[in-house]
C-alpha cells in the first residue's frame, strides 16, 4: 500500500503540563534534548519522528480545545512533512478528509504553510500536513541533529535561541 503523504515525521500531543511531560519523555524512554519556547510548546526528535509536546495556555477558541473537551489530554495529531503542499491537501480532500484549521508558522512566509484535518479518528487524532519550508527545515534538522547521540546533558534547551540562530530573528515564533 502506497503512504499518500510519506512517513508519519511528528507526534503532536497536548498536555496540561508541558514540564513534567518533558521530564516524562526525558526521563522514560530518553527522548531529548527537547527545545522549549514559552507558550508554545517543545520539541524534540527519536529517530525520524519528532515529538511535539503543546500546553494550551488560555481559553480562546480553537480546534485544541475542541479536542481537550472531547478527549482530554494525549495524542491530538500526526504529521507529515512535505515540499508537496498543495499536492498533499489535495490528497487529503480527495480521501474525505475535513480540514479543521490552517495557517502559516514561523514567520509567514509563503513556504510556511499548514493544515489539520479531520479523518474520522474514533480518538479525535487529526491529520497535519505541514510543508517543511526553508526556516522550518532547518529548525527540525537541528532538532534531529542534536537528538542523534544525545548523552543526556542539557535535556532541555531554548527554541528561541535556536530559532535565532537558523533564521536569524529568534521572534518567538514557532513551527507547526
Known amino acids: 500500500m502506497t503512504m499518500p503523504f510519506g512517513p508519519i515525521r511528528q507526534l503532536g500531543y497536548i498536555v496540561t503540563d508541558i514540564h513534567a511531560a518533558m521530564r516524562q519523555w526525558i526521563e522514560g524512554p530518553g527522548v531529548g534534548p527537547f527545545y522549549y519556547l514559552e507558550n508554545n510548546g517543545a520539541l524534540a526528535q527519536s529517530g525520524g519522528v519528532q515529538i511535539e509536546l503543546i ?18 489530554e494525549g495524542l491530538h495529531h500526526v504529521a507529515f512533512w512535505t515540499e508537496h503542499f498543495d499536492a498533499c491537501v489535495e490528497t487529503a480532500l480527495a480521501r474525505g478528509y475535513v480540514e479543521i484549521h490552517h495557517g502559516r508558522s514561523g514567520r509567514g512566509r509563503p513556504d510556511d504553510r499548514f493544515a489539520y ?18 526556516d522550518k527545515r532547518a529548525l527540525f534538522d537541528a532538532i534531529a541533529q542534536a537528538a542523534e547521540g544525545w548523552d543526556g546533558t542539557r535535556p532541555v534547551r531554548d527554541m528561541a535561541a ?10 518567538g515564533t514557532g513551527p507547526r
Do not use: M
Open 55 to 72: 500546553q494550551l495556555r488560555d481559553d480562546s477558541p480553537s480546534f485544541f480545545h475542541t479536542y481537550v473537551g472531547k478527549f482530554g
Open 117 to 134: 484535518f479531520d479523518g474520522g479518528a474514533a480518538d479525535g487524532t487529526a491529520i497535519e500536513i505541514s510543508e517543511r519550508g526553508v
Open 162 to 171: 535556536l530559532l535565532s540562530e537558523i533564521t536569524g530573528t529568534g521572534n
